[in-house]
């Protein structure tokens, strides 16, 4: 059974960091495209992060260029979001996925939710003073 776990979630102040990850059980992620996402309350799910299965350049919302930086951790089947100068709007649960299948998102990742099947249950962060 295929599973995600996000964690590394918390309160952090505006301009703090945080780094999230993403562990999986059931599949080896290096084969897999990973789409990072976020849901605020009442807003739709916003697709933040992504790198393909071949592992090319990962692509990133206007929204968190420049601030968030995803990677890929092969040795312990983990990927991870880091997160730096947090804004209030980031507030979020946050979440990471895969496509059902390894040559899905193989050439190219997506930041559309429909394209992605396996979900973690999500980690909550919010930026506050």
């Known amino acids: 059974q295929v599973q995600l776990v996000e964690s590394g979630g918390g309160l952090v102040q505006p301009g703090g960091s945080l780094r999230l990850s993403c562990a999986a059980s059931g599949i080896t992620l290096e084969y897999y495209a990973i789409g990072w996402f976020r849901q605020a309350p009442g807003k739709e799910r916003e697709g933040l992060a992504c790198?393909?299965?071949?592992?090319?350049?990962?692509e990133y919302a206007d929204s968190v260029k420049g601030r968030f930086t995803i990677s890929r951790d092969n040795a312990n089947n983990r990927v991870y979001l880091q997160m730096n100068n947090l804004k209030p709007e980031d507030t979020a649960v946050y979440y990471c996925?895969?496509?059902?299948?390894?040559?899905?998102?193989?050439?190219?990742?997506?930041?559309?939710?429909?394209?992605?099947?396996?979900w973690g249950q999500g980690t909550q962060v919010t930026v506050s003073s």
């Open positions: 996925a895969t496509p059902e299948d390894p040559m899905s998102l193989y050439y190219y990742c997506s930041h559309w939710s429909d394209e992605y099947h396996t």
């Open positions: 790198i393909s299965g071949k592992n090319d350049d990962p």
